[in-house]
């Protein structure tokens, strides 16, 4: 069982995310990880997502760029806790902090920092939520 889900946006995002994922095997937390796009992909992510609970996820951590579109995806289709991390960007990653942070009411999403800290912080804090489940 895996109980953290990873889901990138794009395969540029995962030198950032490589960062999230060695924290997590710092703590021992198994993963599971997948590339899919929420523009490009909307089938795959949205089977993916579906499909979490039954791979053992019971936290998932999306990160995404430009529109970052993808963690609110993701929450759309689950009850489980969305981290979202804010990738780089044309706008240094401004534009992927606000999409992230602005979710309507009754679609939540922890937002990280932009970039290699949050893609540490998420890892971090997906600990800390699994700490008290």
């Not at 902090?97 to 979710?103: A, E, R, T, V, Y």
Request: proline letters at 5%; a neutral charge.
């Amino acid at each position: 069982m895996k109980p953290v889900g990873i889901i990138l946006g794009s395969k540029s995002d995962s030198e950032t995310m490589n960062h999230c994922v060695e924290t997590l095997e710092e703590h021992n937390i198994d993963f599971d990880i997948v590339i899919a796009s929420a523009h490009r992909d909307p089938d795959k992510v949205r089977m993916w997502v579906k499909n979490a609970w039954s791979r053992g996820n019971t936290v998932i951590i999306a990160a995404a760029g430009m529109s970052a579109a993808l963690p609110g995806v993701v929450a759309a289709y689950t009850d489980l806790p969305v981290i979202g991390v804010p990738m780089t960007s044309e706008l240094n990653g401004m534009d992927s902090l606000l999409s992230i942070s602005q979710m309507p009411k009754g679609v939540p999403v922890a937002c990280m920092s932009i970039g290699k800290a949050g893609a540490i912080n998420a890892a971090l804090y997906a600990k800390r939520i699994l700490n008290v489940i």
